[in-house]
């Protein structure tokens, strides 16, 4: 996997409406690989709150047997991060709150897909 | 250090170490001096031989200065250690007293950034201990051998140097 293909997918998630950022996460390490966040958002803590997140998500969703977790979306009254994994690694995107949840969704999923 | 500083720089210490092992959630979490001296502690500390890490953790945390001087990499920030089960992060807190050196232990349950955000506010909590901000009288002789009394002390009491 190459940086040019990171760096592809996060262009298309940032020019989603209403993006203010979006990064792709190496899971285990909780540390951005590559991203683009607005100005004044540093990625490291999103990325390393992100993952942890995701992760205990995942287990409790494997706790009560929902199987494997795809999508993370959290809500909060100024925003929403939605996180999606790929394999070793997690994409993530921060949105504004007035963003299209659905599309900012769908390209989340689309970034995934195309980093497996 | 005498005797009563570090058991008031240990217990200056006990809040900070305690809210980043909960929130950073590692296993343990040691501060250490330069001397290897354990200051500070938290988590499953009786699972390993704090002592000896303590020593240990001193002696890279001077060896990785001297690289980081050949290197002209100028300081280091953290050494990260990333086993098959465990992972350790060790990494410097500068105060104006002296430099201490964390080490945290943790396993799946928690990250290198999670450590790396939390480590952050650990040392600002730090910084602004009263213990930390006025440098103390310098290190001779006599401070050395307060070091060394305190230390053995620690070691040989059967309480042990306190902690979760």
Redesign the interface.
């Given at each position: 996997m190459n940086n040019d293909l990171f760096l592809a997918v996060l262009q298309r998630l940032s020019r989603v409406p209403g993006v203010r950022g979006a990064m792709i996460?190496d899971m285990?390490?909780?540390?951005p690989v590559v991203a683009e966040m607005a100005d004044g958002v540093p990625p490291?803590?999103v990325?390393?709150?992100a993952?942890?997140l995701f992760?205990r998500t995942a287990r409790a969703a494997e706790g009560v047997a929902f199987g494997r977790l795809q999508t993370l979306q959290l809500e909060a009254d100024a925003g929403h991060v939605v996180v999606a994994e790929a394999g070793e690694t997690a994409v993530v995107a921060v949105a504004e709150r007035s963003a299209q949840l659905g599309l900012v969704r769908l390209e989340v999923h689309r970034a995934a897909e195309a980093l497996l | 250090m005498r005797r009563e500083d570090l058991d008031r720089v240990m217990a200056a210490l006990r809040e900070p170490t305690r809210r980043f092992v909960q929130e950073a959630r590692v296993r343990t979490c040691l501060v250490v001096n330069g001397a290897g001296q354990v200051l500070g502690q938290h988590g499953f500390t009786r699972s390993y031989e704090i002592v000896n890490i303590a020593a240990l953790a001193a002696a890279a945390h001077a060896a990785a200065g001297a690289l980081a001087g050949l290197l002209d990499a100028g300081r280091w920030t953290h050494l990260h250690n990333d086993g098959e089960r465990q992972q350790m992060f060790l990494a410097p807190i500068r105060t104006p007293v002296e430099e201490l050196i964390l080490i945290a232990i943790f396993d799946e349950d928690s990250s290198l950034g999670l450590v790396q955000l939390f480590f952050d506010q650990l040392v600002e909590q730090v910084q602004q201990l009263p213990e930390f901000q006025h440098a103390a009288a310098s290190g001779d002789q006599a401070s050395f051998e307060r070091d060394l009394e305190a230390a053995a002390h620690r070691i040989l009491s059967t309480d042990g140097p306190g902690g979760a």
């Open positions: 996460v285990a390490a909780g540390v490291e803590p990325a390393a709150l993952a942890s992760r | -």
